[in-house]
């Protein structure tokens, strides 16, 4: 027999055709709609993102007007005041803009004039004119609204204010007491506006977020309508043609696989007046009409099983006051058909007050009746269970021994498999390895007589492969199957609504421009680090920074790399702290850093000056470098506030202290740390000049050979002459000069300056004179090595000079310190390891370098006696260091007693004031000839 194709003739072709047309039409009104709705919701996104970033211009431009205000006080220069006239502007149009679409016949021209010459982008005014005029009357810009004709009711004042000021100044008769009066008021004013700007700022974040999920749940139900009038159409026209049956059946099946899949019913309780409400799924799932039930939780409770209640009561309870993390409970409840049917009652809380406390709480109710049923029918019956199973839309095992002994057909079909693979696969097979811990855990407890665990959680499946996943929500329960006790699960692939959770929670938390947590999440963490120092009793510093002269950027170089700019800074940020302080952008340029669980303070120092270092740094974004700095403000927690918003404030205050003190620098708001880093600043930056200025010199302590008293050796120790404070010592200036590394240039200007003086004193003193010069730590990780080629370029025997270096430098000897050490060494350099007996040095450092001197550090010379333990340290490093083939100089001799005593255990040199304190060049001169003659 054969199978013969039927033919289709021209009628039947016209037919199908008519038929195709008459079957897409639906889908591209469908389309067309969901594009329509797609464009106006992005714009509404778009407008209230775009009043965020006006905000931002609006609250930054008031803060620049105040501080040149501030500075016209002071000067009384036009200048100032016109550049005030320029940056309040920015707010005064804004209220212009405010003002034109809030009278009774909006002047729609007046507005987007005037929200441009706030700066506003040209091409978001119109969004923001349609966004204010649709919506200032509800909750979505009410709350905005009002905090902004609050902070122009300042502004105003302000204004009024600054013109008094300029009129005053400018008569005929300047009183000083009454400019500072009215300057006052101003700063005044200024200080009263910043917690208003706040709020403006969280009560448009609020507006994002609750616009984003209006548009979100709205576009998701009206996709889900027109879906449903589109399979309606379309099933209505395929059902004419015989032809199409068997398609259409499975085309039936599909979407009642789909719409059976999301037959939950949703509940919303209003807290504060009581009110429940529910959905109409849920009231088709227990057979209600609309004015069947009252909306009270009152009348929910009457229909909760009375043997259920008091548990679903206690769990509302525990978990609405916080003593639970979550809500999900399983009870019975009443249908109108007086029958009672299991549900699974899950909750969320959606709305907080002030205080922390729940408003509103939204939930769903699961129909579990057909789950309890197959509960009962795996206890009672091997027989009735397999009907009921093949029959669930649900994935269903049994599993013992740590494998799945059983499934439904849907389960491997979920995960890739056949039904005779999947069966007897080991639970590593199937659970993710990250929940197979816990998987394992509660499996061991479910089959033994522990206490069962929570029911109702989710879990990652690994597909067939192992290379993919899916999210699965679980209901699990003890159960004995085939006289052993089992484990039965009933689970449901949720993977997509996974992916919607954590793309709501990711734009909800995090900017979209730098991908760095947003304000929100950063309140979320400082909130959770003050409660876990509480407990710790450790601190931690919020810096405040705000890019100077971003603006610029933007205006002559455009938005798109003001963009890239913003993204380069924030990677630069957070590669200056550690992975557990967190960086965050509140909006337009400001940025905000967290660092937590400081034992020492001082460190937020550092790290402010590691970004100040790294944001000088030239940005290759294109063509040209772009530059730019920054001003921070620095607050700690608790020595100036305990609060979010208060530390908040004081770091921003202090970022405007940072930026009117000339800007590309730091400020505490501290008074006593401010002033101590004001003063290291200070000092680091006429260290820069310091050399250029001529205020260093050296001076050189005699060394004596305390056989002969021959005086062939000095130390070269610098001094710094500043022209205010006068001398600096040494131990004020080196760290400053290694932590910013002008030790680099400083060490260097040290050994010209010696090799100078020991090839003069080789020639006028000795001709086997020797100078000593100190050589920090830092410096050896300079990769290059002058010292021996500009000491070969004078002429001068690498014996003419020693080099001192600590303990520290021979016991972290890395590849570049122990090269340079062997090319000392090579060139005949001699190397002396200074303060010798501080450190951890070792002895086979000590011999791998071939060190030439060990100096005995002072503190073990100060209190030497004939007895003391220290007179033992000192005979026991002069007897070891002669043994190594080495020479002994002791630092620090101050009296006759120590020398004798330094003479009899046999050390070879003697430094200190007893001998003569450090002196200059001339004083050296004599002190030889007086000694040496």
Known sequence: MTNKKPIIGATSINSVNRQLIQTIWPFFIIVALLLFLGVISMSALSAVRAYVSGESLWSKSQKESVYHLNHYAKTHAELDYQQFLAEIEVPLQDKVARLALQKSKPNMMQAKQAFIKAENNPDDVSGMVNLFLNFQHTSLMKPSIEYWEQGDEMVGRIVALAKQMHQHINSDDVNQDKVHQLIDEINQINFQLTPIEDAFSNALGDASRNAQTLIVTFMIAFTVVLMAIGVFLTRRIVLKDARLL??????????????????????????????????SQWREMLGYNEDDLVASVTEWEKLVHAEDLPKVLAALKAYVLGKSDRYAIEHRILCKSGDYKWVLSRGKIVSTNAKGAAERVVGT??????????????????????????????????????????????????????????????????????????????????????KEPVKHYQAEFLLKGGQESIWMDLHASRVEFQGKRSVLGIVRDISKQKEAEDLIWQQANFDALTNLPNRRMFRDRLEQEIRKLERTGLSLALMFLDLDHFKEVNDTMGHDKGDDLLKAVALRLKSCVRETDTVARLGGDEFVILMSEMDDVSNSERIAENILVQLIRPFELGAEPIYISASIGITLYTSDAIDFDNLLKNADQAMYVAKAEGRNRYSYFTPSMQAAAQSRMRLANDLRHAAKRDEFKLVYQPIIEIKTGKILKAEALIRWHHPQLGLISPGQFIPIAEDTGLIYELGEWVFREAIQQVQKWRVALHPDFQISINKSPVQFKNPSLTWVHNLEKTGLPGGSIVVEITEGSLLDASDTVANKLIKFRDAGIQVAIDDFGTGYSSLSYLKKYDIDYIKIDQSFVKNMTADSSDMGLCEAIILMAHKLDMRVIAEGVETQEQYDLLAGAGCDFAQGYLLSKPISTQEFEQFWHSKMC
């Not at 599909?254 to 059976?260: I, P, Q, T, V």
């Not at 029959?391 to 056949?418: E, H, T, W």
């Open 365 to 450: 109710h699961t129909d579990i009746d057909e789950i309890k049923k197959i509960e009962a029918a795996l206890r009672e019956s091997d027989s009735n269970q397999r009907a009921l199973l093949e029959a669930m839309v649900d994935g269903v095992f049994v599993a013992q021994d740590y494998r799945f002994i059983f499934c439904n057909p849907i389960l491997p079909k979920m995960l890739g498999y056949s039904h005779e693979e999947f069966v007897g696969l080991p639970f590593e097979k199937v659970v993710a390895p990250a929940y197979l811990e816990l998987w394992n855990q509660r499996f061991s407890q479910r089959v033994t007589n522990d």
């Open 246 to 279: 068997e398609a259409i059946r499975i085309s039936e099946e599909r979407w009642k696989f789909a719409l059976d899949g999301a037959r939950d019913g949703v509940w919303d309780w209003n807290v504060m007046t009581k009110e429940v409400t529910y959905s």
